[in-house]
DNA sequence: CTCGAACTGAGAAACGATTATCGATTCTCT
DNA sequence: AGAGAATCGATAATCGTTTCTCAGTTCGAG
């Protein structure tokens, strides 16, 4: 196993700061200054998905996101306004109240939409 | 205002009767077979979302599913193993009590995954 | 019935997200 | 330091989704 580049180690403190999961052209945003290609941080997103490093955020839009893998079971706010995504803390009780019973669930997703602190006044 | 094509007709009659929302593609599947044109459902949906009569279903993946506007509030159970998404009735209170402050929520979804009774055996 | 506007099917084109390719660079081990 | 493998940045290529174009068809008011 080889160290994790310059580049690696950025993308993942990145991640692992951020208030939510990132998207490949967020990491980009973040990083294209400091000379990291996109080519770079898609192949690192990859690898760090296929050693249990991170994970992929399943949630609506375009693209997909990345978090570090392992975290605490948290939800999600998506601004309408910014498109960023943000964690949050917590769960609610009685999910497979509401669940048919002809579906076996494996998992679950809450997002709640709205605007984040930087757009809400806006 | 020109009342709906057959075309029309169909796809809405389609997405009236569905368990779920449906993707542009899955309407395709069901349609192509007596003559209708992809396009022509695209434009369709579109339409339909324009004349407030469709929505789009914010779940994720990367294609819209779109749904028959004005129903009851519900949500969604998305199969992991067909990809397809079936309604359900009912919500969960309390999503305020995990919105932090700072955020203004507008709105919600809640997506169950798992396996829907066609693929949970196989 | 006649005309023009709206609609259609087929295929080409556009689009954004992601992956593959290239030669150059960096790392690790000896 | 030197060899070989892994990684890099740039850019071309790919992929699935969605839109556009065009010539032909259908609708509906007059």
Redesign the pocket.
């Known amino acids: 196993m080889?160290?994790r580049?310059?580049?690696?180690k950025a993308i993942h403190a990145l991640l692992t700061e951020a208030d939510g999961p990132l998207?490949?052209?967020e990491v980009w945003r973040a990083l294209?200054a400091s000379?990291?290609?996109?080519?770079?941080i898609?192949?690192?997103l990859?690898?760090g998905v296929e050693a249990g490093e991170l994970c992929e955020a399943t949630l609506p839009g375009?693209?997909?996101r990345y978090e570090p893998a392992g975290r605490v079971h948290h939800h999600h706010f998506l601004c309408s306004a910014c498109e960023r995504a943000f964690d949050i803390e917590g769960c609610v009780p009685g999910l497979e109240r509401i669940l048919p019973p002809q579906f076996a669930m494996t998992g679950h997703e809450i997002v709640l939409f709205g605007s984040c602190s930087d757009c809400r006044d806006r």
Do not use: N, W
């Open positions: 080889r160290a580049s310059k580049q690696g998207s490949a052209s294209h000379g990291v290609g996109l080519a770079t898609y192949r690192a990859k690898r375009g693209q997909t």
